[in-house]
């Protein structure tokens, strides 16, 4: 069964260091988002991208974030210079065109120290 | 702003027990719903979905109805077992893009 592949499966990173978080959607998809969660917290949209551009982004999305899709596979989140309250799971998803349901990744658990 | 609330866990029950979850949400038009699972150490996992009032989403013997009167998605199943244990999740999306609103998730823990 097709499914989202997301790597590393943990990141620790000093503060202030750019990581990438990387994501392989689901082959025929065209759709693809960034959520993250904080321990304890809700589940929290970041971007969704359509079209090599960002469809939509949330306030959480700043400067510090970008998104891009390097190549026909990979979808990646880039935080150019992270903070402490970056630490989080952020899933990656993608969705299918017409498809009102996404698939999710297993997650990256991003520490910063 | 939209939002969905879910009621707070952990919720523990013995196998076999009949489970309900309870979801609520707050939307300024007709939502789709979705209950969405994490088993420990994976992913999310979209377990069921409706897209319009009075639709049930129904997947593994957990059900859900959706109930525009009471702005609920509860989710129920008649006998659970100890692989039901994880993360449940509501959300709820307004728009053609798919932004998913999250509730805060119960964790249920199902004892032999």
């Known amino acids: 069964e097709p499914e989202v592949t997301q790597t590393p499966s943990h990141q620790v990173t000093q503060m202030g260091q750019e990581v990438i978080l990387r994501c392989v959607p689901i082959?025929?998809?065209?759709?693809f988002y960034w959520y993250r969660q904080i321990l304890g917290q809700k589940v929290e949209f970041l971007v969704s991208?359509?079209?090599?551009?960002?469809?939509?982004k949330s306030e959480i999305f700043d400067d510090q974030f970008s998104v891009e899709r390097p190549d026909g596979s990979n979808f990646t989140l880039k935080i150019r210079s992270t903070k402490l309250e970056d630490s989080a799971m952020y899933f990656c998803?993608?969705?299918?065109?017409?498809?009102?349901?996404?698939?999710f990744g297993q997650g990256t658990r991003l520490t910063v120290v | 702003g939209d939002s969905v609330t879910q009621m707070e866990g952990p919720v523990t029950l013995s196998e076999e027990a009949f489970l309900t979850i309870n979801c609520t949400y707050t939307?300024?038009?007709?939502?789709?719903l979705f209950w969405y699972v994490q088993y420990p150490g994976e992913g999310l996992q979209l377990l069921l979905k409706?897209?319009?009032a009075d639709d049930k989403g129904s997947n593994k013997g957990f059900e859900a109805t959706y109930r525009k009167e009471t702005t609920s998605f509860h989710l129920e199943k008649g006998s659970v077992q100890v692989s039901d244990s994880a993360v449940y999740f509501c959300?709820?999306?307004?728009?053609?893009?798919?932004?998913?609103?999250w509730g805060a998730g119960t964790k249920l823990i199902i004892k032999p």
């Open positions: 998803a993608s969705r299918a065109t017409g498809a009102n349901e996404a698939f």
């Open positions: 082959s025929n998809h065209l759709y």
């Open positions: 991208f359509y079209n090599n551009e960002i469809s939509e």
């Open positions: 939307a300024t038009g007709y939502p789709s």
């Open positions: 409706a897209t319009k």
């Open positions: 959300a709820l999306t307004m728009d053609s893009n798919y932004q998913l609103i």
